[in-house]
C-alpha cells in the first residue's frame, strides 16, 4: 500500500536551523529551504533579506502522514523555536526570520489555531504566541548553497552556536521520534 504524503510549510527563524531539525524526524521525507509567505515570484536570497517581498524563510516539509502527523510536527516546531518574538529568532531579526505556519488545508489552520490556543493556555512560554497562520501560496526553493546548510557546515560557528543546540535538544526531547 502507497503512503499518503502530505506537506507542512513552516517559518521558525533562520531556514538553516529549522531544516536540520525536521531533518531529524522519523515520517519526514524531505525537508527543503525556501521562501514564502511573500507577494514577489522567484524571489533570491538577497530580496528577501532586504525585506522587499514580504516573504520569510520556511522550510517546505514531505512528510508520511502513516508515521508522524502534522500536529507531531507542531509540536517539533513550537519547541525548536520562540514562537513569542515578533519578526525575531535570537539575533537574528526582521519579517523574514517571523514566526510562521503556512497551512495547506483547513484542517492544518485548525489543528495549529487549536495548538496555539493549547500553548498559551499552558502558561509554559514566556508571552502569548505571536506565530502567524496563513494559507500557503507558493514556495520557492532557496538557492543550493543554502540547502542543506548545517550538514555541510556543521563545524562552522553559527552552525556551533545556533543550530547544533536545536538539534540537540531534538534528539533530546523527541527521542522516540528520530530517524533510525
Known amino acids: 500500500m502507497e503512503s499518503d504524503r502530505e506537506f507542512a510549510v513552516f517559518g521558525g527563524g533562520c531556514f538553516w536551523c529549522t531544516e536540520a531539525v525536521f531533518l ?3 515520517g519526514v521525507t524531505s525537508v527543503a529551504s525556501g521562501y514564502s509567505g511573500g507577494h514577489v515570484e522567484n524571489p533570491n536570497y538577497y530580496q528577501v533579506c532586504n525585506e522587499t517581498t514580504g516573504h520569510a524563510e520556511v522550510v517546505r516539509i514531505e512528510f508520511d502522514s502513516e508515521q508522524i502527523t ?3 510536527l507542531l509540536e517539533v516546531f513550537f519547541a525548536t523555536h520562540d514562537p513569542t518574538t515578533l519578526n525575531r529568532q535570537g539575533a ?5 526570520y517571523r514566526s510562521v505556519v503556512l497551512h495547506t488545508n483547513d484542517a492544518q489552520r485548525d ?3 487549536e495548538f496555539i490556543k493549547e500553548l498559551d493556555a ?12 496563513a494559507e500557503f501560496e507558493a514556495f520557492y526553493e ?4 543554502h540547502r542543506q546548510f548545517y550538514s555541510r557546515n556543521s ?7 545556533v543550530i547544533s543546540p536545536k538539534v540537540a535538544k ?6 522516540k521520534s528520530l530517524r533510525s
Not at 122 to 133: A, M, R
Not at 155 to 161: D, E, L, P, T
Open 142 to 145: 532557496a538557492e543550493p548553497e
Open 111 to 113: 489543528q495549529t489555531a
Open 24 to 26: 531529524e524526524i522519523k
Open 70 to 72: 502534522f500536529k507531531e
Open 92 to 96: 537574528d531579526h526582521g519579517a523574514r
Open 122 to 133: 499552558s502558561g509554559g512560554l514566556p508571552g502569548p504566541v505571536v506565530t502567524e497562520i
Open 155 to 161: 563545524s562552522s560557528m553559527y552552525c556551533q552556536v
Open 170 to 175: 531534538v534528539r533530546q526531547k523527541f527521542a
